[in-house]
């Protein structure tokens, strides 16, 4: 079953940086959109940044200027520079796939990423 495997998160002081990457966990054939969620306690998920495969990106607004997202089509994998982070930026990061087709004329579908943790405090 596919998976996407996440890593870099952690904890880091204000005005930090931090790495996020996500990778499918096997070859696909292409995938429409990846981006990057994040959930704090007792608030919902919300989108930090998305990334069509033709390259078009969506930040939320509280995250422009310092978040950027990019991506490895070669390597199905999606990843979040977090530069001068906030305490207020702390919060479980998930990754989410959109329009993943493994195969040429399978169904597409949507996955999620078991998430990370991002700590911003001194």
């Known amino acids: 079953q596919l998976q996407l495997v996440e890593s870099g998160g952690g904890l880091v002081q204000p005005g930090g940086s931090l790495r996020l990457s996500c990778a499918a966990s096997?070859?696909?054939?292409?995938?429409?959109?990846m981006g990057w969620y994040r959930q704090a306690p007792g608030k919902l998920r919300e989108l930090v940044a998305s990334?069509?495969?033709?390259?078009?990106?969506n930040y939320a607004h509280s995250v422009k200027g310092r978040f950027t997202i990019t991506r490895d089509n070669a390597k199905n994998t999606v990843y979040l520079q977090m530069n001068s982070l906030k305490p207020e930026d702390t919060a479980v990061y998930y990754c989410?796939?959109?329009?993943?087709?493994?195969?040429?004329?399978?169904?597409?579908?949507?996955?999620w990423g078991q998430g990370t943790q991002v700590t911003v405090s001194s």
């Open positions: 096997e070859s696909i054939f292409s995938i429409n959109a």
């Open positions: 989410k796939a959109e329009g993943i087709t493994v195969r040429p004329g399978t169904l597409s579908f949507a996955s």
């Open positions: 990334m069509t495969s033709g390259g078009s990106t």
